[in-house]
């Protein structure tokens, strides 16, 4: 569900997070409208908002693990982890992680990937959320998920910036539920 | 500089939480994995802590750092070394450091990672070479920068990461890092920057 659904209607920082996503089109290939979120990352007060309305909205739900996806997961899990007390937990393309691990693999438009967590990181009973820095069919998340399953954790909810269309409407992905802070923009609202 | 060497308590803690994986990713390598710090919620606050105090009062306006798919620990460590490797994680650390200083955070990738225009920075390595990019526009002329990594090696990662930032006319006033290898020198590869780091392994 949108933040502005739950609780945030209105809010200006959702609004100030939006503009501060550049949009780059025809990359990383032709008709694709890139959610640029380095931009983001530039400007201190829409950045450190963002992190706080995830941390508003977890720290009291006894998290004990934040997994974040490679790579611009790591860009906001670490910060939500440490302001809720809980571990980062980095899932990772295949052979980063040293040491034994869980794989995943799942299937993209032209072809498969595969996400791998170490074994250990998590134990069974634990509660943990994912968080990317943007959800559109899921296929990551959903891998990110199984990943946490597999290791015996409960995943409570999947926190994304932005929400592309294809979830629009989605509640929930893979029966968990989805927190997302903005819509993309077009080029055209660009500034 | 080295925080280990000041006797600060926390260092003890973080020491002990990283865990070294030996043969990876190849025989030879003892692996530094700092993912074991982020599972410790006291030794990942204490290790960003450390750098907030250092930093918080220095006018600090960029932070910048390396994601994890940059380096190439079999480019950049020779065989013969059986020192430790470590994947970068610049992107967990720099992050929460900028945030609790007031900086913005600048991510410097791999080609083709970034959308948009990019300056670039190709640099050499033992054994072969290896190339960094940052958005053109992210840092202006004048601003104060930090560069972060997980572990510092060879240094020639850092070295190419401060060129970025001053091929932009920012002020590079310190690299930091959790891990320093000195046995591979990489300090003196800085060009006389200061280096702080947290803890060091032989």
Do not use: W
């Amino acid at each position: 569900m949108f933040a502005a659904e739950n609780g945030l209607k209105g809010d200006p920082r959702l609004e100030a997070i939006s503009r501060a996503i550049r949009v780059v089109p025809h990359f990383p290939k032709p008709g694709i409208m890139f959610q640029d979120i380095t931009t983001l990352l530039l400007d201190h007060k829409a950045f450190k908002d963002t992190v706080e309305i995830f941390v508003d909205r977890y720290r009291d739900m006894d998290i004990s693990v934040v997994a974040g996806v490679e790579a611009r997961g790591f860009m906001f899990g670490p910060s939500i982890a440490l302001a809720i007390g809980a571990k980062f937990v980095p899932l990772r393309k295949p052979r980063k992680l040293p040491g034994e691990v869980f794989s995943e693999e799942y299937v993209l438009e032209y072809g498969t990937d595969c996400l791998q967590m170490h074994v250990g990181a998590v134990q069974a009973g634990e509660r943990a959320i994912v968080i990317d820095d943007l959800v559109a069919t899921g296929g990551t998340l959903s891998a990110a998920i199984k990943l946490l399953e597999r290791a015996g954790a409960e995943v409570v909810e999947c926190g994304c910036v932005i929400g592309l269309p294809e979830v629009k409407g989605q509640r929930r992905l893979d029966g968990k539920p989805l927190y997302i802070l903005v819509e993309p923009r077009d080029i055209d609202d660009c500034c | 500089m080295s925080a280990y060497k000041d006797e600060d308590p926390r260092v003890t803690r973080i020491k002990r939480s990283i865990r070294v994986v030996p043969d990876f990713p190849k025989p030879g390598i003892m692996f530094q994995d700092i993912t074991t710090l982020l599972l410790d919620p006291q030794a990942f606050k204490d290790t960003v802590d450390m750098f907030v105090e250092r930093y918080k009062d220095k006018n600090i306006s960029v932070v910048a750092a390396r994601a994890g798919e940059d380096r190439n620990p079999t480019l950049e460590f020779p065989i013969t070394e059986s020192l430790a490797g470590i994947e970068a994680r610049g992107f967990i650390f720099g992050p929460p450091i900028a945030l609790a200083t007031g900086a913005k955070f600048v991510p410097l990738r791999k080609p083709k990672k970034l959308p948009g225009e990019v300056i670039s920075e190709e640099y050499i390595l033992e054994y072969g070479r290896d190339c960094l990019q940052m958005h053109v526009g992210a840092v202006k002329a004048g601003e104060r920068a930090l560069v972060v990594d997980d572990l510092i090696a060879t240094g020639g990662t850092l070295c190419a990461a401060m060129n970025l930032l001053e091929r932009v006319g920012a002020h590079v006033v310190e690299c930091a890092c959790v891990i320093e290898l000195p046995d591979l020198k990489g300090r003196e590869r800085l060009n006389g920057k200061p280096l702080y780091v947290l803890v060091e392994s032989h």
